[in-house]
């Protein structure tokens, strides 16, 4: 739902606008779920112990995002492209 220009949505069972970082972390869980055996048990430990943090925490500059995404996992942090 868009209200005076700014997008609205249901994110994790919590009603709440939708910034591009909020987005991109949408886009790693997407990813995260869908490499299957592409990534090893390690990348998958490293990348689910980096999510949580971010999820809960405030909203950083998308490129602080990839960077710390591509220090855990770089297959999965080019999935994430700034716009």
Not at 11 to 21: A, E
Not at 49 to 75: F, H, N, T, Y
Request: hydrophobic share 45%; glycine share 4%.
């Amino acid at each position: 739902m868009m209200t005076n220009g700014v997008v609205h949505a249901n994110v994790f069972g919590i009603k709440d606008w939708v910034t591009p970082y909020k987005m991109a972390l949408m886009v790693l869980i997407e990813e995260l779920s869908q490499a299957g055996t592409h990534l090893s048990l390690l990348e998958r430990r490293r990348l689910n112990r980096l999510l949580l943090p971010l999820l809960q925490g405030p909203d950083m500059m998308l490129s602080r995002l990839i960077k710390a995404v591509e220090e855990c996992c770089p297959q999965i942090a080019s999935s994430v492209h700034i716009r």
